[in-house]
C-alpha cells in the first residue's frame, strides 16, 4: 500500500519486543502445526452468519404473516449483517480467513451484501486504520464530522458537551449512512490522493464498480421486496432502517470500544513527521482490549475484542486470538509495556462514554 503522507514511526526498539513477539507467535503455530488463517471453526461460523442475514430476507419475502411478525426478523437480518462484517468480510479482506487468495477475496467481497465497498475499506481500514492507529489527520476512525468529538487534537464545538448522551442514537445510522454517502465521498477522497493497495483497479473501473454495486445492493434490499411484498414502500423502508440501525449500533460500539477510550492513547508525530515509539509499541498504546475471557463474545465479535493482537498481527484470522493473546500480554509485560484491557463488556462500554464525556468538556 502507498503511504498517506511523509509520517513515520520510529525505528529505535533497543529491546526488540516485536522482533522477541513475533518470534513467539510464530513458533506458537510452528509447535501447534497450525495454519496461521481460518479452520472448520471459522467456516461453521460464517455459514450461521450467513444464515442469520439471509435467512430472515427470505423468510419476510415468503410468510403470509403480519407485517409486525415481520419486524423483529429485520432486527435478525441486523445481526446478521453485523455478524457477516465481523467474522467473514473482515478476515477475508484481512487475507486471513483461509490460506487460498480467491477464497479470500470471494469472503471480502461479501461486503458488497453490506453496502460496502472493498476498494474503500481496504483502504480506510487496511491503509489508514491500521497503519496511523489513533492519530489523529490519519485515521479517518477518529474523524465524526462536527457532529461528535473523538479525540483531544479535534475541535471542539458546544454541542459536544452533550455527546455522551446523543452519541449511540447516532452509532445506528453507521451502515445505512456507509451504503448511501460514505462510499461515494470516500471513493471522491481516496481515488484525489491516488490512495491504492496491491493490485487494485484504476479509478475508472472503481467508480464503475461502486455505482453498479450500489444499484445490485438496492434492488436486492428494497425492490425486491416491494415487488413480492403485499405491503406499502413505507413499511419496507421501516424495515430497511431497522436492519441497518440493529446492524450500524452494534458495529459502531464493537469499534469504539477498541480505540476510543480512556486508556487509548491519541499520540501526535513530533515536528519532523517521527512518531514516538515504533509501530508495534504504537498499536500497543493506542489500543483496547475488552471481554476476552466472555466465549460468546469472543464468538460473534469475530476477535475484535482482541484488537490488540488484531492490530499487531492483522494477517492472523481472529479464530487464534484467544491463544496468541496470552504470548502477547506476557511479552508486553516483560517488556514494561501498557496491555489495555477491560473484563467486561459492560467496564468498556462505561469507559468509552466516560471519554466521550471527557471529549466534550471545552478546553481550557
Same mark, same amino acid.
Given at each position: 500500500?502507498?503511504?498517506?503522507?511523509?509520517?513515520?514511526?520510529?525505528?529505535?526498539?533497543?529491546?526488540?519486543?516485536?522482533?522477541?513477539?513475533?518470534?513467539?507467535?510464530?513458533?506458537?503455530?510452528?509447535?501447534?502445526?497450525?495454519?496461521?488463517?481460518?479452520?472448520?471453526?471459522?467456516?461453521?461460523?460464517?455459514?450461521?452468519?450467513?444464515?442469520?442475514?439471509?435467512?430472515?430476507?427470505?423468510?419476510?419475502?415468503?410468510?403470509?404473516?403480519?407485517?409486525?411478525? +415481520?419486524?423483529?426478523?429485520?432486527?435478525? *437480518?441486523?445481526? &446478521?449483517?453485523? %455478524?457477516? &462484517?465481523?467474522?467473514?468480510?473482515?478476515?477475508?479482506?484481512? %487475507?486471513?480467513?483461509?490460506?487460498?487468495?480467491?477464497?479470500? +477475496?470471494?469472503?471480502?467481497?461479501?461486503?458488497?451484501?453490506?453496502?460496502?465497498?472493498?476498494?474503500?475499506?481496504?483502504?480506510?481500514?487496511?491503509?489508514?486504520?491500521?497503519?496511523?492507529?489513533?492519530?489523529? &489527520?490519519?485515521?479517518?476512525?477518529?474523524?465524526?464530522?462536527?457532529?461528535?468529538?473523538?479525540?483531544?487534537?479535534?475541535?471542539?464545538?458546544?454541542?459536544?458537551?452533550?455527546?455522551?448522551?446523543?452519541?449511540?442514537?447516532?452509532?445506528?445510522?453507521?451502515?445505512?449512512?456507509?451504503?448511501?454517502?460514505?462510499?461515494?465521498?470516500?471513493?471522491?477522497?481516496?481515488?484525489?490522493?491516488?490512495?491504492?493497495?496491491?493490485?487494485? +483497479?484504476?479509478?475508472?473501473?472503481?467508480?464503475? %464498480?461502486?455505482?453498479?454495486?450500489?444499484?445490485?445492493?438496492?434492488?436486492?434490499?428494497?425492490?425486491?421486496?416491494?415487488?413480492?411484498?403485499?405491503?406499502?414502500?413505507?413499511?419496507?423502508?421501516?424495515?430497511?432502517?431497522?436492519?441497518?440501525?440493529?446492524?450500524?449500533?452494534?458495529?459502531?460500539?464493537?469499534?469504539?470500544?477498541?480505540?476510543?477510550?480512556?486508556?487509548?492513547?491519541?499520540?501526535?508525530?513530533?515536528?519532523?513527521?517521527? *512518531?514516538?515509539?515504533?509501530?508495534?509499541?504504537?498499536?500497543?498504546?493506542?489500543?483496547?482490549?475488552?471481554?476476552?475471557?466472555?466465549?460468546?463474545?469472543?464468538?460473534?465479535?469475530? %476477535?475484535?475484542?482482541?484488537?490488540?493482537?488484531?492490530?499487531?498481527?492483522?494477517?492472523?484470522?481472529?479464530?487464534?486470538?484467544?491463544?496468541? &493473546?496470552?504470548?502477547?500480554?506476557?511479552?508486553?509485560?516483560?517488556?514494561?509495556?501498557?496491555?489495555?484491557?477491560?473484563?467486561?463488556?459492560?467496564?468498556?462500554?462505561?469507559?468509552?462514554?466516560?471519554?466521550?464525556?471527557? *471529549?466534550?468538556?471545552?478546553?481550557?
Amino acid at each position: 500500500m502507498q503511504a498517506t503522507q511523509s509520517l513515520r514511526f520510529s525505528r529505535k526498539d533497543s529491546k526488540k519486543f516485536f522482533r522477541t513477539l513475533n518470534l513467539r507467535v510464530n513458533q506458537y503455530f510452528k509447535e501447534n502445526k497450525i495454519q496461521k488463517t481460518g479452520n472448520w471453526k471459522l467456516y461453521l461460523k460464517s455459514l450461521v452468519m450467513f444464515s442469520l442475514l439471509i435467512a430472515p430476507y427470505v423468510l419476510v419475502l415468503l410468510l403470509d404473516i403480519s407485517l409486525w411478525y +415481520k419486524l423483529p426478523m429485520c432486527i435478525v *437480518m441486523g445481526i &446478521g449483517m453485523a %455478524g457477516v &462484517g465481523m467474522n467473514v468480510m473482515h478476515d477475508g479482506n484481512h %487475507g486471513s480467513f483461509s490460506k487460498y487468495p480467491w477464497v479470500n +477475496k470471494l469472503m471480502g467481497s461479501s461486503i458488497y451484501i453490506l453496502a460496502g465497498n472493498v476498494f474503500n475499506w481496504k483502504v480506510q481500514h487496511n491503509l489508514l486504520h491500521h497503519t496511523y492507529t489513533n492519530i489523529h &489527520g490519519h485515521d479517518e476512525d477518529l474523524e465524526a464530522g462536527r457532529v461528535l468529538r473523538f479525540s483531544k487534537h479535534a475541535k471542539w464545538l458546544p454541542h459536544h458537551k452533550f455527546q455522551h448522551f446523543y452519541s449511540v442514537l447516532l452509532y445506528g445510522l453507521l451502515t445505512i449512512n456507509w451504503a448511501i454517502f460514505t462510499d461515494f465521498q470516500q471513493m471522491k477522497r481516496y481515488t484525489a490522493r491516488k490512495l491504492s493497495y496491491l493490485n487494485s +483497479k484504476r479509478p475508472s473501473l472503481q467508480w464503475t %464498480g461502486l455505482v453498479i454495486s450500489k444499484v445490485v445492493y438496492f434492488f436486492i434490499w428494497l425492490v425486491i421486496p416491494m415487488i413480492f411484498l403485499n405491503a406499502p414502500w413505507w413499511a419496507i423502508l421501516i424495515g430497511f432502517v431497522v436492519m441497518h440501525y440493529t446492524a450500524g449500533l452494534i458495529l459502531s460500539l464493537v469499534f469504539q470500544l477498541a480505540h476510543v477510550m480512556e486508556d487509548a492513547e491519541m499520540p501526535k508525530p513530533d515536528e519532523t513527521g517521527t *512518531m514516538k515509539n515504533t509501530w508495534a509499541i504504537h498499536q500497543l498504546l493506542t489500543t483496547v482490549n475488552f471481554s476476552t475471557k466472555n466465549r460468546f463474545v469472543n464468538w460473534f465479535t469475530g %476477535g475484535l475484542n482482541h484488537q490488540i493482537e488484531h492490530h499487531i498481527f492483522p494477517h492472523v484470522s481472529h479464530i487464534h486470538y484467544t491463544h496468541i &493473546g496470552a504470548i502477547v500480554k506476557k511479552t508486553a509485560k516483560e517488556f514494561n509495556l501498557p496491555y489495555n484491557e477491560y473484563k467486561t463488556t459492560r467496564s468498556a462500554l462505561l469507559s468509552h462514554f466516560k471519554f466521550l464525556k471527557q *471529549m466534550g468538556v471545552q478546553p481550557s
